[in-house]
């Protein structure tokens, strides 16, 4: 089957109404500028998108909430965006806030065929109610379910024709993660190369992973917040 | 009374060479730059990087390397990246040796409260629920009081919580405390501030064994 797409435009042609997507990245880093792009400009209403944070007003998944394209999102650190905050004070948006560490690992569960997983992370905490709890060894745990997802849009350094990835920096965060989760993995890459030139030592994730992968154009990798120490 | 650099200064006499540590965002983020000489300490940024290096300099700045504040950062001799669900097993199976963070409020038995106040726009959580959950030592930076003056060390935390009975210790402008079974317990006072302006100040009941020493910064 062919994995390689021309472009985020054909990579995305059918996500549609009501889907769930995972999208990597931690704040601006990471994230599938191309995808979200495509995604955007396509529209598909009513999604459900797990991923650590929001985007900005003007960039990543807050392009997404400016078209109104989101229904829920599933984050756990939403920062700094104005768009995001009007609609959910005026109910237009589902927020689901959860631990990073419980978010990750949820991701992992997907990935690793597991079903669910135990953390101590919320107990004793709102994040904590209505679930399943159990004590192993004299510490309680909270029972914390696989995310399901019907896509997982990801951003990798390299990648080759057989759907082998390769991140860069901490640019890496929850992309292998939601790589191995989703029901179809589309990937984008800054460079895409032919099955045998990455040296299989250095794969992070396994091309079995990736449905789709596609070189992506123009990175914009707006940054955050830019800390620097002066020259002497 | 100390400022915000000088409690940073404060939590970084706690740090121990060989230490694996984990600073939140705010004051906690300072205490890198109090690291006391001789001491190697390794950071961890729950974003995945081990050996958190210095702001780069001027023209340096790489946007696939950013620390958990989303700031650019560098990496040091012996740095590694990793994915989020690695990042968090190391805190859960306690290989982080300290956690620093911030609190909004803290109560006698180590609850702590510190992402949410009702009412007002809620940002989320975080790491900080994986941290506190797991960490074998936790040190909160933060003020005595709040904007009104009111006392941030409770018998009970009003706000919703972060976790519990996990503070150990708390450093704040006015006083070193320690959370034993019985409550708090004070430790040092910041110099100029007196062991009565410290109860004052303080909601929750306050053990003082004998003379208070004065922190030495």
Known sequence: MKKVYNNADEAIFDISEGNTLMLGGFG??????NCIAALEKKGANNLICISNNAGVDDFGIGLLLKKKLIKKMIASYVGENAEFERQLL?????????????????CMAAGYGIPAIYTPAGVGTEVAEGK???IFKGKEYLMEFAFEADFALVKAWKGDTAGNLIYKGTARNFNPLMAMA???????????????????????????????IFKGNSYEKRIEQRTVRKRL | MLDKNQIAQRIAKELKDGFYVNLGIGIPTLVANYIPE?????????????????????????????????????????????????????????KVDLTVLGAMEVS?????????IPGKLVKGMGGAMDLVASAKNIIVA???TNSKGESKLLKKCKLPLTGINCVKKIVTDLAVL??????????EKAPGISVEEIKNKTEANLICDGEIPEMKL
């Open chain 1, 28 to 33: 601006l880093c990471g994230i599938p500028e």
């Open chain 1, 90 to 106: 005026n109910g237009e948006l589902d927020v689901e806030l959860i631990p990073q560490g419980t978010l990750a690992t949820r």
């Open chain 2, 142 to 144: 933060m003020m005595h």
């Open chain 2, 108 to 116: 006698e038995n180590g609850d702590i409260a510190s992402w949410k």
């Open chain 1, 132 to 134: 399943e709890s159990r």
């Open chain 1, 182 to 212: 989703g029901k179809v993995t589309i990937a984008e890459v800054e460079e895409l190369v032919e099955a045998g030139e990455l040296d299989p030592n250095e794969i992070h994730t396994p091309g079995i992973f990736v449905h789709r």
């Open chain 2, 38 to 94: 001789g001491i190697n300490v390794t950071l961890q940024s729950e974003n995945g990087l081990l050996g958190m290096g210095p702001f780069p300099l001027e023209g340096e700045e790489d946007p696939d390397l950013i620390n958990a504040g989303k700031q650019t950062i560098t990496t040091l001799p012996g740095s590694s990246f990793f994915d989020s669900a690695i990042s968090f097993g190391m805190i859960r199976a306690g």
């Open chain 2, 178 to 187: 320690e959370i034993t079974d019985k409550g708090f317990r004070l430790l």
